[in-house]
């Protein structure tokens, strides 16, 4: 676990990962309570970095329903049953959140959120290093995204208070194995932007 952390807000950008309906609220076809619970402190962690004019990027997770038709071996359906699909309440990104006309959204059609997306090459235009990744779930698309983070030489910096899992065993074993491998690890409360 990483000590207290002070990031540069011009080249440090928040990336929420897939804090949509399906996911965090009730009624969403892969409701974990673990990642509803994160809605608040991430937040909170926005509001903070905001004031300190630091980029935000939300990642959606969305799969038009003939994703898997084809599939050789890749099947999400098959693994978690129909969920976020394209055009759908479930694959909105929870109503707390405000998301304003600046933020980066990326849909993303894998667990990685830079498989095939643009978010590399929006990062990169912004001289961005330092990403503090927050969202759901923790041993899922923030392990996935955070991995290929490190593997492009970005900084990974997993905010555990504001990951969700539906295990917390899961949690666990996501956040030392990306400690240990490709990033580091700390508490919301340990960041400053300056």
């Given at each position: 676990m990483s000590a207290s952390l002070s990031l540069a807000p011009d080249s440090t950008a928040i990336v929420v990962v897939d804090m949509q309906n399906g996911f965090c609220?009730?009624?969403?076809?892969?409701?974990?309570?673990?990642s509803e619970a994160v809605v608040d402190p991430i937040d909170t962690l926005l509001e903070r970095a905001r004031e300190a004019g630091v980029q935000v990027v939300y990642?959606?997770?969305?799969h038009p329903p003939e994703?898997?038709?084809d599939a050789h071996y890749y099947d999400e359906f098959e693994q978690w049953g129909e969920h976020v699909l394209e055009g759908s309440w479930d694959a909105e990104i929870v109503e707390e959140f405000d998301v304003r006309d600046e933020?980066?959204?990326v849909e993303k059609h894998t667990y990685d959120a830079f498989y095939e997306t643009q978010l590399e090459g929006w990062l990169r235009a912004r001289g961005i290093r330092d990403l503090v990744l927050c969202?759901?779930?923790a041993n899922v698309c923030v392990l996935h995204t955070g991995g290929s983070a490190g593997l492009r030489d970005f900084r990974p910096i997993l905010v555990e208070d504001c990951i969700g899992s539906i295990e917390d065993?899961?949690?666990e074993y996501a956040l030392e194995h990306a400690e240990w491998?490709?990033?580091e690890?700390?508490?919301?409360?340990e960041l400053s932007f300056d």
């Open positions: 609220h009730p009624d969403g076809s892969l409701y974990a309570p673990g990642t959606r997770d969305v994703q898997f038709d933020d980066l959204v969202g759901t779930l065993d899961h949690k491998l490709f990033g690890v700390t508490e919301s409360g």
